[in-house]
């Protein structure tokens, strides 16, 4: 039976209703997984993985299979098919995924939820954006305004969580429409991002300054569109804010997820009274809409058109259970990400030029992380110097300097002229540059006849 080793998140303990959630509720491990597919099935090696807000769900004990403790995380992700038994997703192809486990592999059964980047090497759209503004933050504030809204000059339009990813392009989106946009969020620094960055109208902090007459201050004449992200207490104010015949557009409830008691609203009258209309608004009805959003987008964020989104990529996912812990918690502004392995670990070079397939990618016995080490430039370098300039011939006395980096470790090439690779192989994909860069070999190689004058 083939298997292979893979590091992955599981909850460590419940989290009971109205518990602070702490990296205590998240541990690692690492198994061994089978990789003996059936017909239908792929198994994806993870580059990427998002942390939703809804994933704290998955911590509560609700009694069901998908509560059980021992299950690894899942979510959203990116990653590269390397196993496929399902014509859909060939090896290789780069795909974006619900279901994906917070783990270095995934094992998909029923890949139902996956599609394939269609441009996945565009350096101008790197992958994180899969995550932010093309994945399911962007596409949820873009099904939701398709379905739901239909924007008017100068309307006002209030945004809760207006930080957060899908705030954010919520944001951008009614902007782009004329609105005059106001957003809440928890914190100074966050409603300079809003002001300064997203370049909203109006940015509150909900936590030091009171909702209610900040929003009369910015907006006396009433909201005219709510885009609820948080619930609770805030859906409360803005239905007292809204004009006669606006409109929620009811897409997240964050501020109770992890609630003792329920939050009871209190102004529900005010939908009869105003003749208000309440949108509930589910991302799952709209999936199969992301290759068409992608279609839409993907060159608005090519040609800077729409900014990226503010996004932090941490790496290993070792870090996720304090990373998750302090996300809940609002210390983090924007898209988090994880990276769990680097599409292009063979270095920039690879990342301009057209990426190189690994040959055998899945061979248990040269783990990934070799290429980017011996088998990736610093090898390359060492081998291409020495193949195309050095005859060795036995009992040669060699000399290197520095001969502790990387490039030396593998072959003898003195470290001075390392500096002068780095800078140069960032540009290797020009012809013009790779000779520049064997010029500079040759003179490494000269070096490396100083030998025989300290031999002598
Ligand atoms: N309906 C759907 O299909 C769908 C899809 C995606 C997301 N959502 C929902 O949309 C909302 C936004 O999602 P997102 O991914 O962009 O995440 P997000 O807005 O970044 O959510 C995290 C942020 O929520 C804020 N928050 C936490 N507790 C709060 C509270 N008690 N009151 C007010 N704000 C609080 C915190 O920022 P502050 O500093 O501002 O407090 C925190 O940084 C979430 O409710 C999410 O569940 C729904």
Redesign the pocket.
Known sequence: MASISNTRVVRAQFVAQGEKFTAAHVKTETVQINTQLNDGEVLIRNLYLGL???TRYLFQNQGSASADLEATVTGLGVGEVVESKASAFPVKSIVLGFGIGWEQYTRMSNPRTLWVIPDPHNPKVPLVEYLGALG??GI?AYAAVEALVKFKKDQVVYI??A?????GFLSILAQRQGAFVIGS???DD?VEYLLKDLGLNAAIN??TKDLRSELDAVAPKGIDIYFD??G?E?FDIALEKLKPNGQVVA?????TYGAKTPYVTKNLNLIITKALTING????QYLHKFPHFWKEYAPLIANGEIKSQKQTVIKGLENIPQTFAD??D?K?NGKIIVEVANLYQMGTVHSLAQPSIIPDDYNPKIPLAEYSDNLGTNGFIAYAAVETLIRFKKDQVGYTSSSAGPIVEFLSIPAKHQGVFNDIYFDLVSDEVFDIVFEKLKRAALDINLKDTLSD
């Open positions: 939703d807000p809804y399911a933050n949820t809760s969580s930080a957060g990813p899908v705030g969020t928890g914190s966050k909900y936590k992200l948080v609770g805030t897409i997240g409830n964050i501020s608004f589910t991302l799952f996300y809940l609002g983090y």
